[in-house]
């Protein structure tokens, strides 16, 4: 088995935010209508709660986040994917739902600093003042689908590999210094 890459090789830029592309991460897209068996896979798979709506759920290096009424990304270590995807299916044997390893297809960023808002908020319509940690948006960063939430000391941004390059573009034109926006 060949070892996995990030889509940008752990690119890194420091301007008045720095910005870092990590992984490669472990995500499982999980379709499921909710209720009982929902929570008790979630908890086994990552550790969480099911988040409530809009918010994602973190518990050490794993993660659960809500992106639609009935879809939930859960984060994870890259090399636990295939023993998670395993688990997912025998919890949810019987229960109609979808899981699907979307760990290679998707880039995920960190912009950290004290005016980490302001890198984002140049590219997405999201108020990040106002983003509370643990609050997840799905939105855009310029044109492209993006997942934003606030961490400790940042915000973590997911999108579709394909874009990688064009999102990490963006936010080092972001967060160039002397751009700050206040």
């Not at 409530?52 to 879809?71: V, Y």
Request: a positive charge.
């Amino acid at each position: 088995m060949s070892d996995p890459v990030s889509a940008l090789n752990g690119a890194s830029f420091t301007g008045f935010a720095t910005i870092r592309e990590i992984g490669p991460l472990g995500m499982i897209s999980l379709r499921h209508k909710g209720g009982a068996a929902l929570t008790k896979a979630i908890k086994a798979a990552v550790g969480t709660k099911v988040p409530a709506q809009r918010r994602i759920e973190i518990k050490g290096e794993m993660a659960c986040g809500w992106m639609s009424p009935d879809e939930y990304l859960l984060i994870l270590p890259y090399a636990k994917v295939g023993a998670t995807m395993a688990a997912l299916a025998k919890a949810l044997a019987g229960e109609h739902h979808l899981a699907a390893d979307v760990s290679d297809a998707r880039a995920v960023f960190r912009v950290e600093g004290a005016k980490a808002a302001e890198v984002l908020a140049k590219l997405s319509p999201v108020d990040f003042a106002k983003l509370e940690r643990g609050e997840l948006r799905r939105s855009r960063a310029a044109q492209v689908a993006a997942a934003m939430w606030a961490q400790d000391g940042g915000f973590t941004v997911v999108c579709f590999r394909s874009v990688a390059g064009y999102v990490m573009g963006l936010l080092i034109h972001s967060a160039q210094p002397g751009s700050e926006l206040a």
